[in-house]
């Protein structure tokens, strides 16, 4: 665990959600299911999709906006712009590049990172590391997803489960008052890349008419193999990040868990025996949005003042690479 002194805090948040409300009677009229099958296995009730034109770049430059707003600081003193995303608007430039423009953070350096449902806690790793390294001092780290772009609406085993959403945190210097980032664990399993994944439309598999026919360019899901393999690897990740930081789970006042599917988060915090008053849950309203579930998740629990300066928190996330990860943060 790192000196007091020398620590990077979440010192704001932001989020933006599209207007649009797809709710799972919506799906029963796109493809085979029932508003009871969705929510008893999932507890997804709802999710939030673009408008057309709306893009990764807008509600990430809003979530961005949003949380330099919570922290009154200018778009002008962001150093550097990390986003996190699985569906960047164009393969070249990064995504980050467009939000940087529409945020007006002209001093910043802007880039992307790819780790799926676990990009933005990377990408919080990263900013903890450019902060604390004494690199620089403001990192905005946003997540930001329109899984509705790279659904397969014809596919019921995966189209109910996602939603479009975007939520950001700016890292800071520590204020020397034991806030800060207190421990990261990050681990990746390539050898299970084909579990969630999209076959086609990359540089190995570019588009063809044949890809288009049989939606390859689309995320596939082996369900039921990941499910089982993210409460594992969340258990795990917990377990390993509280003791690196010195805690018991008994010293965190809220679990957010990446918002992937009730009965993941429940297992995981049975295992990890946290009572429900401290976990925090919104995949009712959102759906699956992949990196952005956790920083959107952080500004909701902020806003309703269920955490605020102080709070120790345990974030864990799962999800395509394999890809996962968690870490302990007091606000
Ligand atoms: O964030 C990235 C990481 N991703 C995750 O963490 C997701 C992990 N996986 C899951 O959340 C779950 O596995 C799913 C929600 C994807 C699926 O739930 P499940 O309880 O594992 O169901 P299953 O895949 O075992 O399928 C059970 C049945 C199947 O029918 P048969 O073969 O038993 O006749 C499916 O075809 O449910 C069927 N099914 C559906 N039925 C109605 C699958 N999707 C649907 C649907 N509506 N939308």
Redesign the pocket.
Known sequence: MKHPTSRAMISATGMSVPDKVVTNADFERIVE??DE??TS??GIRERRMCAEGENTADMAAEAGRRALEDAGLPPEDVEILILSTATPDHLLPATACEAQAILGCENAAAFDISAA?AGWLYGVALADAMVTSGMHDNVLIIGSEKMSAILDYTD??TC??FGDGAGAALVTRGNGNGRGILATHMRTNGRQAHL?WRPAGGAAMPSTDVTRSEHMEYVK?E??E??KQ?VVAMEDSCRRVLEIAGMTISDIDLVIP?Q??IR?IDAVTKRLEVDDERVFVNIDRYG?T?SASIPIALDEARRQGRVGAGSKLLMTA???GLAWGASVVVL
């Open positions: 299911t029932t099958w969705i296995r999932t449902c019921r085993t109910v489960l969630l899901q369900g039921r990941v499910f993210a990446h992937a599917n993941i699956n992949s799962f999800g395509g």
